[in-house]
């Protein structure tokens, strides 16, 4: 992804880009100020705003490749979570530091749905023969279910050696409490109640996401999405010559789909700071100590299972070594890490996949936004490890039938989970109700939500990769580097 790295000079656009900016939401950020203290205030918020621009979009840009800048971003980005959340608040790290994180995923997903279409439909009319396709969707199909079922039975084995839950019935009343402390300490009440909105909030529940909304395939389901573009795809290529024409226009759609990401890209550096230095200042340290079995537990399912598909699965099934596939998917993984999410991740591992790791271009663009989209091992590993807990904290034990209907239910529900931050959250309820737990247990667990988010999107993409070297191999095809 080097060439993705921009190489902008400090145009006078850029700065005039960045001084409006600091000084909306710096100034912005303190309104309506009282005293000259809070005009400083304002005044040394826009000058912090300014030097990140200029430093994340300017000059380190300038200096260094994108899988650095991003691994700079980060590091800044955590320390700056935990230093502004100290010294300044944590609702202008939340509030206004946020809003470039939003931007920067709203942007990264703004395509994704078109991108998806062609890549599918292109890697369905590239397979060609539907014999072949055939085998290739079987033994995608395959492995996707193995991996996941294999992924479930780590986190259920796990959960019931360590069980992190026993004996902390008083949990659940300690969480709720250390909810309702930060959402005073954040003033987050306040977001049900839309006229107090503070400009950050406004710009980033309301006015980014109804300007930066894609107009094509808006709100689609993305397995219709899916089942089209194959369908398509197969009668474009059953068409032969006459079909030409029209996978020529999808062809150089797909090439402009990814050219509108590799420009969104730019705004990486930026917007993986942001993104750090908000989850920083959400977590608080508070949660993570009240849940650390928990959180050791899906982090230690989560790391096993990557080791597996990486150490285990890849060269011994993909004939590729872990070091070689990890040099190559280095920016994908940084990506799922810093977005949560598989979707906004997709062009990224499309192009780590085909280009720097050397994947068939054809079964890459059919499996990996297929597999994005169902193939979800980490957060099927997650909603078992979370299940078990809470029906652990309610002192409930689960028989052999109850866990295997856990089973059923996480490999199910990760299917239908959209790979957006947060979306395992919203389906844990069906898996909590296929074994009678209570559905309010999730208000245990949803305060380390973030950042094992960002671990089992790790693990989602990975797998999704790892997936795309196994079919590769089986179909006979090499993987070397183009
Ligand atoms: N954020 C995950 C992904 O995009 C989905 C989830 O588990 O919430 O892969």
Known sequence: MEHASPSPGTSKLSLCFYTFSAFVLGL??????????????????????????????????????????????????VLAGWLLTKLVGRAFVIEYLGIFGKLFILLLTFVILPLIFVSVLNGTAGIGDPKRLGTVGFKSLLYYFCTTGLAVLLGLFLVNMVRPGEGRKSLRKEVEAQATRERQATGAEDEDNSDKLSLGLRLQNQVLPAVIHNPIMADQNPLVVIFFAILLGCALAALGKDGLPALEVFKSLDKAFITIILWVMRLAPVGFFALMARTISELGIAYMVTLAKYFGTVMLGLGLHFCLLTCVVCPLLG????????????????????????????????????????????????MLPVGATVNMDGTALYLTVASLFIAQVYGISLSFQEQFMVFLTAVLASIGTAGIPGASIGLMSIVLASASIPVEGIAIVIGVDRLLDMTRTIVNVTGDCVGVVVVCRSEGYRIAPS
Do not use: E, Y
Request: one cysteine or more.
């Open 319 to 366: 004939g590729v070594s872990p070091r070689r596939f990890l040099r190559a998917m280095a920016p994908a993984i940084q990506l799922a890490f810093s977005t949560s999410s598989s979707s906004a991740t997709l062009p990224m591992s499309l192009t780590c996949a085909t280009k720097r790791l050397g994947a068939d271009p054809n079964i890459s663009n059919f």
């Open 28 to 77: 912005g950020s303190v309104w309506a100020p009282v005293t000259g203290m809070d005009i400083v205030q304002g005044l040394l918020r826009a000058a912090f705003i300014f030097i990140m621009l200029w430093f994340f979009l300017n000059w380190l840009p300038r200096r260094t490749t994108l899988p650095i800048q991003v691994f700079v971003a980060m590091i800044l980005g």
